[in-house]
Nanobody, 122 residues
């Protein structure tokens, strides 16, 4: 059973940067995603990266500010978040895609981390 552990969340002011990390318990050849659930809202995909790291996807709301990457040798996926805004406040989840479906479909992801809180104040 693949386990994912996120770290790097915290409370920052608007305009600051944070880097989230997601460490997998074993080598994974899955596409990986960072989802987020803002307070009182549904969970949506913020960014995703293919198994090789050769292609990425970003939600329009984070495009140009967030960068997803992966270090295959370290079994780790990162989410560099720059120019943070209050609307980026959410619990961020790392997930590994294990079922058919689009990258944006959270039902296609079979493995999830416990989540890490990111709070951005104005």
């Amino acid at each position: 059973q693949l386990q994912l552990v996120e770290s790097g969340g915290g409370s920052v002011q608007a305009g600051a940067s944070l880097r989230l990390s997601c460490a997998a318990s074993a080598r994974t050849f899955s596409h990986m995603g960072w989802f987020r659930r803002p307070p009182g809202k549904e969970r949506d995909l913020a960014a995703a990266i293919t198994s090789s790291g050769g292609a990425t996807y970003y939600a329009d709301s984070v495009k140009g500010r967030f960068i997803i990457s992966r270090d295959i040798a370290k079994n780790t996926v990162y989410l560099q978040m720059n120019t943070l805004k209050p609307e980026d406040t959410a619990v961020y989840y790392c997930a590994a895609k294990s079922r058919p479906g689009t990258l944006q479909n959270e039902n296609a992801y079979g493995y999830w981390g416990q989540g890490t809180q990111v709070t951005v104040s104005s």
